[in-house]
């Protein structure tokens, strides 16, 4: 059974910083895709940033580019999104996600939800202005 976890979200003043954790157990995160979504009050979730299996390749969304950086750390066997100079816009559930159950390809990130199959339970952030 796989599991992911997230952790690290809070609040925090504009401006500020957090860095997101996902782990895993019951499988190498190193081996797939992964992705970090977000979902505001009232909108629909969208991806903030993606990664490749091999980690050569990252993807962010405009509105998070320069700000937002995702990263492998194998060793701990988790995918980390360090989030800089905060916004009150950064607000709501971050997701991180994994695709392990289907074929990928080893330099394609994905950006879209149904690309993914592996999901966590989410971690709160709100930037308070």
């Known amino acids: 059974q796989v599991q992911l976890v997230e952790s690290g979200g809070g609040l925090v003043q504009a401006g500020g910083s957090l860095r997101l954790s996902c782990a895993a157990s019951?499988?190498?995160?190193?081996?797939?895709?992964m992705g970090w979504f977000r979902q505001a009050p009232g909108k629909e979730r969208e991806c903030v940033a993606a990664?490749?299996?091999?980690?050569?390749?990252?993807y962010y969304a405009d509105s998070v580019k320069g700000r937002f950086t995702i990263s492998r750390d194998n060793a701990k066997n988790t995918v980390l999104l360090q989030m800089n100079s905060l916004k009150p816009e950064d607000t709501g559930v971050y997701y991180c996600?994994?695709?392990?159950?289907?074929?990928?390809?080893?330099?394609?990130?994905?950006?879209?939800?149904?690309?993914?199959?592996?999901w966590g339970q989410g971690t709160q952030v709100t930037v308070s202005s």
């Open positions: 996600a994994a695709r392990m159950g289907a074929l990928f390809s080893v330099t394609s990130y994905y950006t879209r939800g149904y690309e993914y199959d592996y």
């Open positions: 990664i490749t299996w091999s980690g050569a390749n990252t």
């Open positions: 019951g499988r190498t995160l190193s081996r797939y895709p």
